[in-house]
């Protein structure tokens, strides 16, 4: 007989008290529900009683950090006692110091905006480009208006040429060198050998200055330092720039000495000293009086035929000078030597009025070509000097700039795994080290790790 399946006899089939009566599974969901927040509620109170905060991080701190990892006041403001996200500079600068980026920004954004924590073990001074585009993307001052260019996005996109390459601005420096000639194979040498100079036979950094240097003359002294008090006391350098960065500047005793001599009169065999002319000149004549008393034979001096007036009656075959007489005569050609073809090679002398010595014009070496860009020389070791300056094999004249331009430097620095760093702190610093002050903590090791109250 077939089944009848009515409504009705459907409707009878079901449990009308099914959800009154406790299953086992709906038993357990409702336990859990209630048990688990009671159980985080006792783990957090046990922990909010041993002041261990650590149960609300947000992830672990940068690596120079982590010792604080318990610490969350260190860096959080407490409101009431109570634990909040907020971090306020106060907190960071109880520390160390963030010294301001420029006098002329129109607002100083909060410390923990560009070293946002709990990123992993990341470092924290890498920042993103955002942090600085926010105001260079478009640039504005207080005083409204900047020298600088107004809009970069980033290093890659419309990050402008370095000012140095800009506009043929030209190398300031008046000592006369060209580059081509003297790194010619075969160049004449010391004592008549043949060399082939390399660039660090002139450009060294500042730290690997003191080893002997192939051309020098042997002591390694700068004019400055010869003349200085305290020698070697004085850095252009500023503070914190590592002294294998930048190249020191080439100079006459460690780079020209053993090839230019600074000789005078062929009968000294003594050079001038690498110094000003008021310091030469008596040099000069001190050598030429001990010369002419030692020798008083040369007093005799030979008439020079070349010399003689047409039309007048020929002089004696010799002059019988005083020592004095002859002093004063050799002193003048060998300043005539000297202040006309030696020194002249070099360097731009400046003939005032009637002053009886020559000015040396200032050499001014560019020690920083980039002030406003770090740059680190020892940190380039895997190309050779001349695949970023690669002018300098073929540069004649000493105002040529021998410097590799932002295409160079894009070829490694660029995004991508297989890259150097392309974001800005890696070549610009934030912080302007000028303004820098030491920053003192007050914690101490007990107040900050003995006790367990954050
Ligand atoms: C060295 C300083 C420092 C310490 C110590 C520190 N924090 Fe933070 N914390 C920060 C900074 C910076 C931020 C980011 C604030 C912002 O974005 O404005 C932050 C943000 C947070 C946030 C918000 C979420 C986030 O990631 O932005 C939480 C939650 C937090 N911290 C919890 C903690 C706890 C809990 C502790 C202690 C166990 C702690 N922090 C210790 C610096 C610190
Ligand atoms: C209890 C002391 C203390 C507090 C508070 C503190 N720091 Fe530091 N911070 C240090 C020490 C120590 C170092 C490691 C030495 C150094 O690099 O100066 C460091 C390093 C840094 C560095 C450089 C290291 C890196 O990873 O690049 C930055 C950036 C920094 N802190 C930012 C902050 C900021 C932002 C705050 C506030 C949210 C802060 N710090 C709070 C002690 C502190
Ligand atoms: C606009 C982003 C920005 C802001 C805002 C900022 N910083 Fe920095 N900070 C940087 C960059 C980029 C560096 C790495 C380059 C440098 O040293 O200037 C850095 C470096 C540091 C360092 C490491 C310096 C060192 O010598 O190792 C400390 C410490 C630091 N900042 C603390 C602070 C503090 C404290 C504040 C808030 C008063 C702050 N910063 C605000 C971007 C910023
Ligand atoms: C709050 C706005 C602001 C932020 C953020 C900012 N800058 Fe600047 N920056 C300025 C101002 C303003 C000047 C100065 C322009 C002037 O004086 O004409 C400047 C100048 C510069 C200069 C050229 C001058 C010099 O002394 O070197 C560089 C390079 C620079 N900033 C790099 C950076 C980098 C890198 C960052 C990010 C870590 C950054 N800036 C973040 C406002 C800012
Ligand atoms: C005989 C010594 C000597 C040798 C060798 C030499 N230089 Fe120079 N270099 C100088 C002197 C002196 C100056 C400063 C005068 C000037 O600006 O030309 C200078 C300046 C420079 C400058 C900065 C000037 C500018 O305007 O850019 C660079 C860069 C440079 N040299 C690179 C090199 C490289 C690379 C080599 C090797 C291929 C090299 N030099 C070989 C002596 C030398
Ligand atoms: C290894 C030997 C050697 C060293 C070191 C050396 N020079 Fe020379 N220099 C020469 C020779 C050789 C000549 C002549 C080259 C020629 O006429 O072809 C010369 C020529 C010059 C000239 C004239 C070039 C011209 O274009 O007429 C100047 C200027 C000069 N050197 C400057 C310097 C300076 C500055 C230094 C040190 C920074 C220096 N030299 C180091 C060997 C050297
Ligand atoms: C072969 C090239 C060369 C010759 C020749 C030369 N100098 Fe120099 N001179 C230099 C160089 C390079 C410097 C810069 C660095 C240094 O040596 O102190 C310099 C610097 C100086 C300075 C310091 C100027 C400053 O602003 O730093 C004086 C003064 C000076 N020379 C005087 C002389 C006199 C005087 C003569 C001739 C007797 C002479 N020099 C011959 C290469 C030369
Ligand atoms: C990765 C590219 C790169 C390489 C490789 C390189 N330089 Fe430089 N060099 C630069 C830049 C950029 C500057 C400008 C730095 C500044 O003055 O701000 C510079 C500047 C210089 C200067 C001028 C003084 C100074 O330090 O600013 C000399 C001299 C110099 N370099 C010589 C050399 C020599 C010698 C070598 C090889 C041992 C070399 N460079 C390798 C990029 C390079
Ligand atoms: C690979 C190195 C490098 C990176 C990355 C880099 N810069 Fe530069 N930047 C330089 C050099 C080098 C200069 C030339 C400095 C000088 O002329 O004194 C410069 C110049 C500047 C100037 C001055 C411009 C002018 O008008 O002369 C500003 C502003 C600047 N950079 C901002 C930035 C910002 C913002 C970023 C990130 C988006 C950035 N830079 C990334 C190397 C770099
Ligand atoms: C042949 C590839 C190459 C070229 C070209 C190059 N760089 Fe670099 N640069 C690197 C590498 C790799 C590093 C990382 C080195 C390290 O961290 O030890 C670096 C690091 C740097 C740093 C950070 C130095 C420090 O103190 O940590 C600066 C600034 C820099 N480069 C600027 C420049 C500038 C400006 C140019 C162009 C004139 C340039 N670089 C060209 C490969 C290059």
Redesign the pocket.
Known sequence: MPRTRTTKKLAQRIDLEYFKRPGPLRRWAFRLSVGLPALALVWLAWHGVRGDRRVYSAGALSSSHAVLTRQCAACHVTQAGFFSEKVADQKCLACHDGAIHQAAQKFTPSCASCHADHRGTIRLAATSDADCTQCHASLTTRRGTTAFARNIDGFESNHPEFAALRGGSGDPGT?QLNHYRHLQPNLLGPNGSRVQMVCTDCHRSAADASAPWTYGDGTGA???EKNSATPGAKSTMPIGVSPRAYMA?????R??AAC?S?QFDKRVPDA?P????EK?HPFIVAKLQAYIAAHPADLRVPRDPSRDLPEQPIPADYRLLTPQQWVGERTVEAEQL?WRK??K???TLIFEGDAALPK?A????TARYMPHARFDHSKHGLVSCESCHAAALTSQQSSDVLLPGIATCRSCHHSGAEAAESRCFECHTYHDPAQRKPAHSNFSVANLFGSSTN
């Open positions: 000592i700068t004019t400055e500047p080439a100079t006459y005793a780079t020209c230019h600074l001038v690498h110094d000003t002319p030469i000297l030696t020194c090679q070099c360097h040396i200032p050499s001014n070496i």
